[in-house]
């Protein structure tokens, strides 16, 4: 089996400048706590509520005045519902 190569041990100089620098470099990272309950209703709720629009839209959508004015602006409603709900999920914990 081949031996591994010997490193040379760095002088007093250059080892404390090497401490240093890593005592200065490293941080203390605040590490984030799980998401409140509140946080998570909202989301899965915009997720659920813009189905639900979109549903809502294709099955009743005529019989609603309100939506029957909107016309296609229902399906930009819907969908940005349910976009706005997935982008809460990337600060999810």
């Keep these: 089996m ?5 490193r040379k041990k760095p002088t007093t100089a250059t080892a ?3 401490a240093q620098a890593s005592a200065s470099s490293t941080a203390r990272v605040k590490v984030a706590g799980p998401s ?3 946080y998570i209703g909202i989301m899965v709720g915009l997720m659920v509520l ?3 629009w979109l549903v809502v839209n294709y099955l009743w959508g005529d019989k609603i005045p309100v939506m ?5 602006w229902n ?3 819907g969908f940005a519902l349910m976009v706005a709900g997935l982008l809460m999920t990337m600060r999810w914990r």
Excluded at 2 to 6: A, E, N, W
Aim: aromatic residues 4%; charged residues 15%; hydrophobic residues 40%.
């Design 68 to 72: 029957q004015s909107l016309g296609n």
């Design 50 to 52: 813009g189905l639900l």
């Design 36 to 38: 409140s309950p509140i």
């Design 16 to 18: 404390s400048r090497a």
């Design 75 to 77: 399906f930009l409603i």
């Design 2 to 6: 081949p031996k591994s190569k010997v």
